[in-house]
């Protein structure tokens, strides 16, 4: 089991920045994948980037160059830095595990990003 928290949210002006992270309660050194979703309403969750253990990053077309993915072995946390942000930013921000070698995730409870004049 492993629990994860995230931090950061807020709400901020088209054009701005904000930094969420993703803490685990336990070492995500060996987990496989570890990334971060989201959901606006009456929406579907979508992939917003995701960072394999070896490196590899996947991201949204609609977040490339906006967004950065990182991931801090060390201190077992997940990064997710937003800049630029726009009106359709905005949703629920949800952290993903994916432990090597299963099929399942943990996710954690969301935070809200919301981008508004």
């Known amino acids: 089991q492993v629990q994860l928290v995230e931090s950061g949210g807020g709400s901020v002006q088209p054009g701005g920045s904000l930094r969420l992270s993703c803490a685990a309660s336990?070492?995500?050194?060996?987990?496989?994948?570890m990334g971060w979703y989201r959901q606006a309403p009456g929406k579907q969750r979508e992939l917003v980037a995701t960072?394999?253990?070896?490196?590899?990053?996947n991201q949204a077309d609609s977040v490339k160059g906006r967004f950065t993915i990182s991931r801090d072995n060390a201190n077992d946390t997940v990064f997710l830095q937003m800049n630029n942000l726009k009106p359709e930013d905005t949703a629920v921000y949800y952290c993903?595990?994916?432990?090597?070698?299963?099929?399942?995730?943990?996710w954690g409870q969301g935070t809200q990003v919301t981008v508004s004049s």
């Open positions: 993903n595990a994916r432990p090597s070698g299963v099929n399942y995730d943990y």
């Open positions: 960072i394999t253990k070896g490196g590899t990053i």
């Open positions: 336990r070492s995500i050194f060996s987990f496989y994948r």
